[in-house]
């Protein structure tokens, strides 16, 4: 149980270009999902966190308007990082927390490689 | 808001010896501390974690300890095996459980 999948797990796209990536909890509803970004070598670093329904609460220098994060469901939130640039490659991972049991727990999708060219 | 510092940052070790990775945190108020591992390319593993009401907790060959007075606590990992080779993370949370604060890793390397 308690598995998160990401959509897609790699993408390669244009500098200017806006890309959608998937975060779906499979087998359990999600209250919360979280974004991180992860740059090569570093640790996780938290963009967001997502509430289904509400906005997005974005972590201080990660700007809003370029990382639109939406979580329409209890099972599925998307991040859609706006004109890319080269600089926004990374690896891309949510995690989501169950809606019920009152865990603290954070259950990780797999990633997603963005290269920006 | 919360900072966690995490040491060494790297740790070679031969095989059959025992790995510690320590981490110090800022908030008082955190109460839930996770361990994670996570492979080359691949997603963060839950590997242990620990509530504020607990100072230790051992799974196996895993254990972690905490003490809520210094604001530290540690991954203690026994009899290593080369598959142990990975980075770990240790992480925090503060009220309710929210958002994880994770520290920089540590790139353990088993040698046979």
């Known amino acids: 149980g308690a598995v998160v999948s990401q959509h897609p797990s790699w993408v390669i796209c244009k500098s200017g270009t806006s890309v959608k990536i998937e975060c779906r909890s499979l087998?359990?509803?999600?209250?919360?999902m979280f974004w991180y970004r992860q740059f090569p070598k570093q640790s996780l670093m938290l963009m967001a966190t997502?509430?289904?329904?509400?906005?997005?609460?974005?972590e201080q220098g990660v700007e809003k308007d370029k990382f639109l994060i939406n979580h329409a469901s209890l099972t599925l939130s998307t991040l859609t990082v706006t004109s890319a640039h080269p600089e926004d490659s990374s690896f891309y991972i949510c995690?989501?927390?169950?809606?019920?049991?009152?865990?603290?727990?954070?259950?990780f999708g797999p990633g997603t490689r963005l290269t920006v060219t | 808001g919360e900072n966690v510092e995490q040491h060494p940052s790297t740790l070679s070790v031969q095989e059959g010896d025992s790995a510690v990775i320590k981490c110090t945190y800022s908030?008082?108020?955190?109460?839930?501390f996770p361990w994670y591992k996570q492979e080359l390319g691949k997603r963060p593993q839950l590997i242990i974690d620990?509530?504020?009401?607990?100072g230790e907790k051992k799974d196996q060959r895993i254990a972690v300890t905490l003490n809520k007075t210094a604001k530290h606590f540690s991954l203690h990992i026994t009899e290593t095996q080369p598959e142990d080779s990975a980075v770990y993370f240790c992480?925090?949370?503060?009220?309710?459980?929210?958002?994880?604060?994770f520290g920089g890793g540590t790139r353990v390397l088993v040698k046979p």
């Open positions: 992480a925090a949370a503060g009220a309710a459980g929210n958002k994880l604060t």
């Open positions: 997502s509430n289904e329904g509400s906005k997005a609460t974005y």
């Open positions: 908030d008082s108020a955190s109460n839930y």
């Open positions: 087998d359990f509803q999600a209250t919360t």
């Open positions: 995690s989501a927390r169950a809606a019920t049991g009152g865990g603290y727990e954070q259950y």
């Open positions: 620990i509530r504020s009401n607990v």
